[in-house]
C-alpha cells in the first residue's frame, strides 16, 4: 500500500510540474506575498528583493518566466517574473512581491487563493 501511495504522489507532482511549464494551462492554489523584512535580500537568482518589483517565487518555474497571477475573489490580475525559489509553506503554490499583492489585492490577508498561467 505505501509503495502505491508513493507511485500515486510521484505521478501527482510530476503532472502538476508539466501543467505549470506548459504556457497557457492555468493551476490554482494559494498565494502568500514577501514580508517587508526581506527588503535587499538575495534571491535564489542572485537578485536582492525589491518589494516594490514585480517578481515571485516558484519552486520548479525557470527564472524569468513571466506568469500572469489572478485573484479569483476580485478578478485582478498582475504579470510577475519568477526571479526565487519557494513558497516553502505546503499548500503554496507562489510568493509574490509585496506591490503584487497590493496589486492582487490581499495585503491585509496575507494569503489567498490565486489562478496563475505561465505566459512565456
Same mark, same amino acid.
Given at each position: 500500500?505505501?509503495?502505491?501511495? +508513493?507511485?500515486?504522489? *510521484? *505521478?501527482t507532482v510530476? +503532472? ?6 506548459e504556457p497557457? !494551462? ?11 523584512? *526581506? $527588503? ?7 537578485? =536582492?528583493? %525589491?518589494?516594490?518589483? =514585480? ?17 479569483? $475573489? ?27 499583492? $497590493?496589486?492582487?489585492?490581499?495585503? %491585509? ?6 489562478? !496563475?498561467?505561465? !505566459? $512565456?
Amino acid at each position: 500500500m505505501k509503495k502505491i501511495l +508513493s507511485i500515486l504522489v *510521484f *505521478f501527482t507532482v510530476v +503532472s502538476m510540474n508539466a501543467q505549470e511549464k506548459e504556457p497557457g !494551462i492555468p493551476l490554482e492554489g494559494m498565494a502568500s506575498y514577501y514580508h517587508d523584512k *526581506f $527588503e535587499g535580500k538575495p534571491t535564489a537568482s542572485g537578485e =536582492l528583493y %525589491q518589494k516594490d518589483s =514585480l517578481t515571485a517565487a516558484h519552486p520548479t518555474l525557470p527564472f524569468n518566466s513571466l506568469v500572469r497571477v489572478t485573484n479569483p $475573489e476580485n478578478d485582478k490580475s498582475v504579470l510577475v517574473r519568477i526571479n526565487d525559489r519557494g513558497p516553502f509553506a505546503k499548500e503554496r503554490i507562489i510568493d509574490v512581491s509585496r506591490a503584487a499583492a $497590493e496589486i492582487l489585492g490581499f495585503v %491585509q490577508e496575507g494569503v489567498t487563493r490565486v489562478k !496563475i498561467e505561465v !505566459i $512565456e
